[in-house]
């Protein structure tokens, strides 16, 4: 993680994994509402899918174009 | 004809357990960390089901049955810890271990922070937290083996004991880590067939019928707060961060240190991101948040609950194909304890014998001592478990997690942070395992919220406070930890 702390890349990947976890402590004051996505998804596996891409997304730019030691 | 299959499957255990013995070149560094040559297709299934124990079959969808959906938010924290502790400290806790030879992470940090007590006082408080853990997988395959052949559940319990101690006596970490492929096979197909063929069996429709069911029969079991109103907004975050503090369990964060070498760290997250986090563990999710409720709506009773998948095949799918969920079930729980005894019986030898008592022992009789502790450990454990069953399911959420937690500041304040001091881990490790101990045996002290929350902000804030006002690592350890890690990891 130091080398991570040491780029502007590092850096942003780090924000961007940190604010998810913000958002994912935020959006449960919305989960008593029965909205099914797709028809079966309920709110609090659908956010948690969001918020796996969204670490995956940010683990794959970051790790395969920018991790010092790839 | 159960006993027959199950006498089967205890024999290619016993097969995989020998061959592992065979191949094994009978050093420590091989019997313990499988040689550090565990590649990233190995590693994954190793932690994955590692992590994946009984638990995931009877607990995780018997709660998602009575609360709603809201408990997947623990797998969620779960998932993004262990991809932290690959992506974030892996790399620095394989470079150093390698370059060093050290054996045990405990080792690892009684060497950091150059502290004989450290290394005494995080080895008895993991012990103490991991022993018990041990003996809640073969008690929930008793029960299990109860419900399907109606035997008494020490006879499963013992059935399951005998296949983990051949598995981890003979194999060691290597036959543990491939083992874990053949097992999570077994349940990954048993838990994934179970569930489509229940539901092409009673939900025509999909998952949008049995959704749709619920939100007709039972709507609050597809939201928060949940039936019982327990998952409230501050109670779902809480059980995010708990998941999140996955990264600190010793049983894991062994898994790093049998590394081949530093590209495992780079491809595992993709593994546990796609494989882990959107395919596995939404299967007992699916079954116990939405097909269960749907299937069989109305069951009570803790014990009932947590059973509901398996009486839901038990009761509606053919024979067979429940003794070989069962054989699913018992794998998870031999590819959970495994792993904890073998990380147990580490850190009696090598860190606790090996480092007190005989610091000039020959491989050998680190192995043998490694051997002997594991019996002692299993038997330890599943005497626990035995005398006090229903503490056990407490022991795991509200003792377990927790205890395990309590040697995270120190772990990665002494892998990521030059300035962490001896003086910081141990007041810090110690002030919030007093705390813990003292919250559990008189509640309020806790404040409403659950064990791990003050206890590990405690622990933190003393350990970064105290390190300040102590005076800062010499530089052999600086340059040992820090300096010839960052240039042996930056090398080609």
Not at chain 2, 1 to 30: P, Q, V
Not at chain 2, 49 to 78: E, M, N, Q, R
Request: proline share 6%; hydrophobic share 55%.
């Amino acid at each position: 993680m130091r080398e991570i702390l040491k780029h502007t890349p590092g850096r942003i990947f780090l924000i961007i994994l940190f604010l998810s976890v913000v958002g994912m402590l935020f959006v449960p004051r919305y989960f008593t509402s029965k909205v099914l996505v797709f028809g079966w998804m309920t709110l609090p596996l659908a956010a948690g899918l969001i918020f796996i891409f969204v670490w995956l997304v940010a683990y794959l730019i970051y790790f395969f174009k920018y991790w010092p030691y790839r | 004809m159960e006993i027959i299959i199950l006498s089967l499957f205890g024999l290619a255990i016993l097969l995989l357990a020998a061959y592992g013995y065979k191949i094994s070149a009978k050093t420590a560094e091989d019997y313990m960390l499988a040689g550090r040559t565990i590649g990233v297709v190995v590693m994954f299934f190793f932690i994955l089901f590692a992590v994946s124990s009984s638990w995931t079959f009877y607990g995780y969808p018997g709660f998602l049955y009575l609360h709603g959906p809201a408990y997947i938010y623990f797998i969620w924290g779960s998932v993004a810890g262990f991809a932290a502790l690959y992506m974030f400290l892996g790399p620095r806790l394989w470079a150093v271990a390698r370059l060093n030879r050290y054996i045990s992470p405990v080792e690892v940090l009684s060497e950091r922070y150059e502290s004989p007590l450290l290394r005494l006082i995080l080895s008895i408080m993991l012990l103490a937290f991991i022993v018990p853990y041990i003996g809640i997988q073969p008690l929930g395959v008793g029960l299990g083996f109860k419900a399907l052949t109606g035997l008494p559940v020490i006879v499963g319990a013992l059935y399951t004991v005998a296949l983990l101690v051949i598995l981890v006596f003979l194999g060691g970490m290597r036959i543990v880590a491939w083992g874990n492929i053949f097992l999570g096979a077994v349940y990954a197909t048993a838990i994934l067939g179970s569930l489509i063929w229940v539901v092409n069996r009673f939900l025509p429709g999909g998952l949008t019928e049995a959704a749709q069911n619920l939100m007709v029969s039972n709507p609050e079991l597809l939201s928060a707060p949940g039936p019982l109103g327990y998952f409230k907004p501050v109670i779902i975050g809480g059980t995010m961060v708990v998941g999140l503090l996955a990264f600190s369990w010793p049983h894991i964060v062994i898994g790093v240190m049998t590394a081949r070498d530093k590209l495992l760290f780079k491809w595992f997250p993709l593994l546990i991101f796609v494989f882990g986090g959107v395919f596995f563990y939404t299967i007992p999710f699916i079954w116990g948040s939405l097909v269960a409720p749907a299937v069989m709506p109305g069951v009570v009773g803790k014990e009932a609950v947590d059973s509901i998948i398996q009486t839901i095949i038990t009761k509606y799918l053919p024979g067979w194909f429940s003794i070989y969920v069962l054989m699913g079930v018992i794998a998870a729980a031999v590819s959970t304890a495994a792993v904890q005894l073998l990380t147990s019986s580490i850190i009696v030898s090598r860190d606790l014998i090996q480092g007190f008592f005989k610091p000039d022992a020959a491989d050998i009789k680190i192995i043998r001592w490694a051997r002997l502790s594991l019996i002692g450990v299993v038997v330890l454990s599943l005497g626990i478990s035995i005398w006090n069953p229903m503490a056990m399911a407490l022991y795991l959420t509200e003792v377990t997690i927790p205890g395990f937690a309590q040697w995270g500041p120190a772990l990665v304040g002494g892998l990521l942070w030059k300035r962490g001091t001896k003086q910081g881990a141990l007041t810090g490790t110690l002030a919030g395992l007093i705390y813990l101990i003292a919250g559990l045996i008189y509640r309020p002290l806790f404040f409403e919220m659950h064990p791990v929350m003050p206890t590990i902000i405690v622990n933190m804030v003393l350990y970064i406070a105290v390190s300040f006002f102590t005076p800062p690592p010499s530089e052999e350890i600086r340059s040992k930890f820090f300096d010839e890690v960052d240039d042996f990891l930056a090398a080609k």
